[in-house]
């Protein structure tokens, strides 16, 4: 069975700094992509950005291009996301997706497995 377990959200001043973890359990993660998504209050859930494996590229919303950087620990069978730069309207739950390769990264409608979402809250 597949789990999906976020960590390292918080509360942080505008222009400070998180780094975001998903652990994942069961099935082979180093084939899969995995996507960050977040959904802000009264908002609906949108693409934050993506890593595939084989090649491993990486794809960003163009709205935390430059601030955020995912990566991922194969051997660790984790994805991060560091997020720099945080603006009050990062504000919102940050969740970790799964999906096949090849996979349109940026809707949710390949994502089959999804964490439970970590809180990431920016004061101004």
């Known amino acids: 069975q597949v789990q999906l377990v976020e960590s390292g959200g918080g509360l942080v001043q505008a222009g400070g700094s998180l780094r975001l973890s998903c652990a994942a359990s069961g099935g082979t993660f180093s084939l899969y992509t995995m996507g960050w998504f977040r959904q802000a209050p009264g908002k609906e859930r949108e693409f934050v950005a993506a890593?595939?494996?084989?090649?491993?590229?990486?794809y960003y919303a163009n709205v935390v291009k430059g601030r955020f950087t995912i990566s991922r620990d194969n051997a660790k069978n984790t994805v991060y996301l560091q997020m720099n730069s945080l603006k009050p309207e990062d504000t919102a739950v940050y969740y970790c997706a799964r999906a096949p390769p090849g996979s349109d990264y940026y809707t949710e409608t390949p994502y089959g497995h999804w964490g439970q979402g970590t809180q990431v809250t920016v004061s101004s």
């Open positions: 890593i595939s494996w084989h090649p491993e590229r990486t």
